[in-house]
């Protein structure tokens, strides 16, 4: 046993020689740049050598950090395996899903019970995320994202159908100010939404202000309770318009982005891979696009 390294700073290290930045593994990770920081100089005071080099701000591991690196990922890669098969009883059977934000929280988790109901013998373990991401390193069966970055050739893309947005407000807010000048609500993870609706539409609103929001789905509360007009993608608004929380009084326009899953060939996981996805076609009824 002498010869183990301090074990729980193997996880920041770990986090650290994947993205070759203690920024990074911190945001992973949660905690704070130092935590990890001093996560590797325990290692390295341990081991007795640097394992990773600055050069023009930017940090590389050296040799033997990489040959740790590559130790390190393949132990905790089978320890995390181990883990999930003794977590989960074996009538289960676990599958990892990342979902963008808002379309988690507004459309997939609450049809979930509805999955889970018709498919009891999958375990749907649900996180959210957007954008680019390593399926492997994350432990990841299967992202559901928007079409608008690249991926690595060797994923599986599906497409699901083609995006579509609109204005949507509270059928209260419509009825007062449908002949007035409108109040514009902003998202700050996709800022460009509003123009890009411009653009698509050749449609201009006559403005009386703006506000900014976080997040879609915070935009798409606040237009729910009257606050003013939101960009809203469909899947997003459905529910709230068929409850008559919302309208959408400018209909939707079908954009060229494209909602994927992305997945890597997994024999174990295919059949439930395929349930979901069969699944996840038909809940979310897309558009096919021209």
Not at 117 to 134: C, F, K, R, T, Y
Not at 223 to 242: Q, Y
């Amino acid at each position: 046993m002498s010869n183990l390294p301090p074990l729980k700073p193997l996880v920041s290290f770990r986090a650290a020689a994947r993205h070759n930045s203690f920024t990074k593994a911190a945001q992973e990770l949660n905690i704070t740049h130092g935590a990890v920081s001093r996560a590797v100089k325990q290692l390295e005071e341990f081991f007795g050598f640097e394992l990773f080099e600055r050069r023009n701000r930017r940090l590389y591991l050296t040799a033997k950090g990489k040959q740790l690196a590559a130790g390190v990922e393949e132990t905790l890669a089978k320890l995390e395996k181990i883990s999930e098969a003794i977590r989960i009883p074996d009538s289960k059977r676990r599958l990892s899903v990342s979902c963008e934000p808002s379309l988690a929280m507004r459309w997939l988790m609450p049809g979930l019970d509805e999955f889970r109901a018709s498919n009891p013998q999958i375990d749907i373990h649900l996180s959210v995320g957007g954008g680019p991401i390593d399926l492997s390193a994350e432990g990841v069966h299967l992202a559901i994202r928007r079409s608008d970055f690249s991926w690595p050739s060797h994923y599986n893309c599906t497409v699901l159908g083609k995006e579509s947005v609109g204005p949507v407000c509270s059928p209260a807010y419509w009825k007062k100010h449908k002949s007035n000048t409108k109040q514009i609500l902003h998202t700050r993870t996709r800022p460009e939404a509003w123009s890009e609706w411009h653009d698509l539409t050749g449609k201009r609103i006559e403005t009386e202000s703006e506000k900014y929001f976080d997040h879609f789905y915070f935009s798409l509360q606040a237009a729910s309770t009257g606050f003013g007009l939101a960009i809203g993608p469909e899947p997003l608004v459905r529910e709230d318009i068929k409850h008559g929380l919302l309208v959408a009084p400018y209909g939707f326009e079908t954009t060229s982005i494209d909602y994927i899953i992305l997945s890597l060939d997994n024999r174990k996981r295919a059949d439930d891979l395929d349930i979901f996805t069969t699944w996840l076609k038909k809940e979310l009824n897309l558009p096919d696009g021209p």
